[in-house]
């Protein structure tokens, strides 16, 4: 019984989200109503108060859920996966931003790119983007402690926490870039850009 109760409300919330992405397209999250979104759900204002308490809980929540699936492709698939090394200029170093996770978490963003959409154009593009950095540092901070690496006060002479602003920063924009540009690019292309930005020197790109 529980689980039929729990599939149902998987289904309403799955008809509130796409009615929430549709709206915020159609008319914009300021002008949206509780009894907008109800009457494209196609459930009662009652249903939706039973998940949420108002369309900024329900922009939250979505937010919310959204970081959780992130966590979930990139922090636990990290954990779990045994390819732990790449080679570069003959050297063996540790893929802190594990490719089938990333390339997972690219096609997670382009199968359901209308909500991303929908979620910049309401006003929050930057709350997500800066989660989405949050979970980046935890998967190097996870990877790190996998392989003992020891903390450091600067890596090639650059202060700890600027070094991890340079990584994360860098994996992050490409993402967003790409997310701004309708994703355009095929996820496996992205994920090139990212494995090719770990051994290119900024400078690099100049010349």
Request: glycine share 6%.
């Amino acid at each position: 019984m529980a689980t039929a109760t729990g599939k149902r409300n998987t289904q309403t919330e799955a008809k509130i989200k796409a009615a929430f992405t549709t709206l915020v397209k159609s008319k914009g999250f300021d002008a949206m109503t509780v009894s907008d979104i109800a009457r494209t759900a196609g459930i009662n204002r009652g249903t939706f108060y039973m998940h949420y308490i108002d369309k900024f809980d329900l922009r939250q929540q979505l937010i919310d859920d959204t970081i959780d699936d992130l966590t979930g492709i990139l922090i636990t698939k990290a954990e779990t996966n045994t390819q732990v090394t790449t080679r570069t200029g003959g050297r063996a170093i540790c893929d802190v931003f594990q490719t089938r996770a990333i390339v997972e978490a690219l096609h997670y963003f382009k199968n359901d790119f209308a909500f991303f959409d929908a979620v910049s154009q309401s006003g929050t593009d930057m709350q997500l983007y800066d989660r989405l950095r949050d979970v980046l540092k935890r998967l190097i901070v996870t990877q790190a402690r996998r392989f003992g690496a020891e903390p450091q006060t600067s890596y090639n002479g650059i202060p700890a926490d600027y070094a991890m602003e340079i990584l994360i920063s860098s994996v992050a924009s490409i993402i967003w870039l790409w997310l701004r540009r309708g994703c355009k690019e095929s996820p496996d292309e992205i994920c090139l850009i990212i494995e090719k930005n770990k051994t290119t020197a900024p400078i690099d790109i100049l010349w």
